[in-house]
């Protein structure tokens, strides 16, 4: 039996994942983590067409931190703005369950706005086919745990050092309880009724 097809993603890949849950079918699960709610920096194209513009930066918004490195919490244009609706991701189409997930301290940009943004569309078209998480004191790079912490490293985008923000105890934490949870979020969306070997991490 095809249980369906699973998403996990993070930073620029959760637009894409929210396209592929929206546009593609036999997705039931998607992960999203510190993401946006538009499709960010290139267009996105689908077998020829282009299906959703960018939504781009604005360079003014950007600061430094003491560090050097750019804090880009607020460098994105408003998604919700009109000129910059064919960026957003019509995300009341997808069929599957969504497990929305935003850490507080967030540099990169502002992932909690964008959670909220999400789920209050989703609300809006009478769907309740998600969960959502908020971290306090956690960075933009949440993942596996007992990993080393990245306060901040080179951003392809800008070409320059960018700050991810997050307190490095409060950082961990979210990584231990998060890894959980997308664990358990799969086993109930994905396969049910099959016994899941825990994992040993």
């Known amino acids: 039996m ?3 097809v699973g998403l996990i993603s993070l930073s620029k890949s959760g637009d894409l994942a ?5 546009h593609l079918p036999n997705v039931k699960a998607t992960t999203w ?9 290139l267009p996105l194209y689908y077998r020829g067409s282009q299906i959703h513009s960018a ?6 918004r950007v600061t430094v931190t003491e560090s050097g490195a750019y804090n880009v919490k607020h460098g994105l ?9 064919g960026s957003l991701i019509p995300i009341e189409r997808a069929t599957g369950r969504f497990l929305f997930v ?4 967030d540099l990169n ?3 909690c706005l964008y959670l909220n943004q999400l789920t209050e569309r989703l609300r809006r078209q009478g769907k309740d086919n998600f969960e959502k998480v908020v971290y306090p004191g956690a960075g933009h790079y949440l993942e596996p745990p007992f990993g080393p912490y990245c306060p901040s490293s080179f951003h392809g985008v800008l070409g320059a050092p960018v700050a991810w923000g997050g307190e490095p105890k409060a950082h961990a934490k979210a ?13 109930t969306h994905l396969v049910p009724e099959a016994g899941a070997a825990k994992a040993r991490l």
Not at 55 to 60: G, K, S
Not at 102 to 105: N, T
Request: with cysteine; hydrophobic share 40%.
């Open 2 to 4: 095809d249980s369906g």
């Open 18 to 22: 929210l396209s592929i849950a929206t």
């Open 33 to 41: 983590i510190n993401g946006c709610c538009s499709n960010v920096v």
């Open 55 to 60: 939504l781009m930066y604005d360079l003014r």
């Open 77 to 85: 244009h408003d998604p919700l703005a009109p000129e910059n609706e």
């Open 102 to 105: 935003a850490a507080e301290d």
């Open 109 to 111: 940009w502002d992932s």
């Open 175 to 187: 990584e231990m309880g998060l890894w959980n949870k997308i664990q358990e979020f799969f086993r």
